[in-house]
């Protein structure tokens, strides 16, 4: 029953990512495919302040709240009041600080008006947070997907009809906000069933939560401001129609970035346990798990380096959006450093060295704004592609040295034998593509089915499954 519980639970959480970061994808590519580079820059960049300011007024929050009611489910009614009282006052505050900061910065009145209109998402996000919080803590995670796939679904239906019909996208960013609101109440409805609510303000509750949570909001600020840090840069150096490109050629990496996420996080539980078995079995677990990152990296940044432009003309429906191939060759470059930064850092935490990830998030997003705003300035995009490339590689080289230091050596050359190999046999498939001249989707279509097919072979042969097949068709008796 309990096992049962937890694969629910894990399931659903994945499906409210994957409709959250698909559904994404397709209003990204739908911005980019009506309104072109220049609007889907201005949604980028009110996205960006709406995430940085929403990360750092709610989600410290949300793990906190998660944490003290799993272990006190009696104060539910009490929390669910409060916190409800406590995320609503910081979303205010949070919303007033991304106006004010848009307001004293160079944009046009539009893009501020963007702006302002996403923002307002800030406040019902942020309400949402002690309701799914209640769900996580009570194990009730199916309620997530419930109230969220069909809204995402819906609100995407509606944009692309309303893009379709040619309005602008302030109209857009309205939907959006109604959307985050409509997720909340039903959250709310949900919730009435099992929880009682406690209809008093207790101020000491809430100044006492603020003053436990302030640690998780530092951690959660810090990391989403090196996340977004080079959009900003470049919409203040670059303006509008860059910051879509940029924003255009980072959403084709998000698969992989959902893949790496995925199987660390199914894996850390595993990670967590090995440490009471010992070091050698971490290593074999983290080296499982760069192997497989670095398996689907490295073929997808030979893939995009023979057909990205044609595959960002494909999914945006416009041939300007081909100017982002060389940047976001670069980015694809990091995959490689990627694939060790995302199990190593989870193997840190699990060794209870998680003050070294707080140390790298820190000292990267500096290292973003030192060498980010001289290079985008310019450079402009290309800048900001060496830029992200550059602290990839500070960002491994740091959780490298930090398990070889205080755990244990990576056998590289076992690691990389099957991605090279699989590399080697998918660069020669796009070569022999570029000679046959195929249009797009009949390369993608003939590059995947052969990268399935090779990954396959190797995986039966790495796992004698071939052996038992050939024994048992010509050697059975």
Not at 129 to 135: K, S
Not at 240 to 249: D, H, K, Q, R, Y
Not at 424 to 436: C, G, R, S, T, V
Request: charged share 10%; hydrophobic share 55%; proline share 3%.
């Amino acid at each position: 029953m309990e096992k049962r519980k937890i694969i629910g639970n894990s399931l659903a959480i994945l499906i409210n990512r994957l409709a959250q970061s698909i559904t994404t994808f397709i209003l990204v590519a739908s911005i980019g495919r009506f309104l072109g580079t220049f609007n889907l820059g201005q949604y980028t960049l009110a996205f960006t302040y709406y995430f940085l300011f929403m990360t750092l007024t709610s989600q410290g929050f949300k793990t906190l709240f998660t944490r003290e009611i799993s272990c006190n489910p009696h104060k539910i009614p009490e929390y669910l009041v409060n916190g409800t009282l406590l995320q609503f006052i910081f979303s205010i505050i949070g919303y007033v600080a991304l106006v004010f900061t848009v307001f004293i910065l160079p944009y046009s009145t539009d893009t501020s008006n963007v702006c302002y209109t996403l923002g307002l998402m800030i406040i019902p996000f942020s309400l949402s947070n002690i309701t799914e919080a209640i769900f996580q803590a009570q194990e009730k995670m199916y309620y997530i997907p419930i109230s969220t796939v069909p809204v995402y679904i819906l609100r995407l239906i509606i944009i692309i009809w309303v893009l379709m019909n040619k309005y602008d996208l302030l109209f857009v960013s309205t939907i959006l906000v109604i959307s985050e609101t409509l997720i909340m109440l039903i959250q709310w409805y949900f919730i009435k069933p099992f929880v009682e609510p406690i209809w008093h303000i207790n101020w000491n509750f809430m100044w006492e939560t603020f003053q436990a949570s302030k640690t998780f909001i530092a951690i959660e600020g810090v990391a989403v401001l090196k996340g977004r840090m080079l959009v900003i840069i470049l919409s203040l150096f670059s303006g509008e129609v860059t910051v879509g490109l940029f924003g255009a050629l980072v959403q084709l990496l998000q698969p992989f970035e959902i893949i790496a996420h995925s199987l660390v996080v199914a894996v850390f539980p595993s990670m967590s346990k090995a440490v009471l078995v010992g070091k050698e079995k971490q290593r074999h677990l983290a080296e499982i798990v760069v192997e497989m990152l670095q398996c689907a990296g490295l073929p997808l940044i030979i893939g995009l380096l023979f057909i990205g432009g044609d595959i960002l003309t494909l999914v945006y429906g416009n041939s300007s959006f081909a100017e982002a191939s060389l940047a976001m060759n670069i980015v694809a470059l990091g995959l490689v450093v990627t694939a060790f930064t995302r199990p190593l850092g989870y193997l840190l935490v699990a060794n209870g060295f998680e003050r070294i990830n707080l140390i790298e998030v820190a000292s990267t997003s500096v290292l973003t704004g030192l060498i980010g705003v001289p290079l985008i300035s310019k450079y402009h995009l290309i800048g900001a592609a060496i830029t992200s490339l550059i602290v990839q590689i500070a960002t491994s080289t740091q959780y490298i040295y930090a398990v070889y230091t205080r755990l244990f050596s990576l056998r590289i050359s076992r690691i990389l034998v099957r991605p090279i190999i699989i590399s080697i046999l998918i660069l020669i498939i796009f070569y022999i593509l570029k000679i046959l001249r195929f249009n797009i989707v009949t390369d993608i279509c003939i590059a995947t089915a052969s990268y399935i097919f090779i990954v396959a072979c190797i995986a039966a042969y790495s796992f004698g499954w071939l052996k038992v097949v050939w024994q048992k068709m010509f050697f059975y008796k």
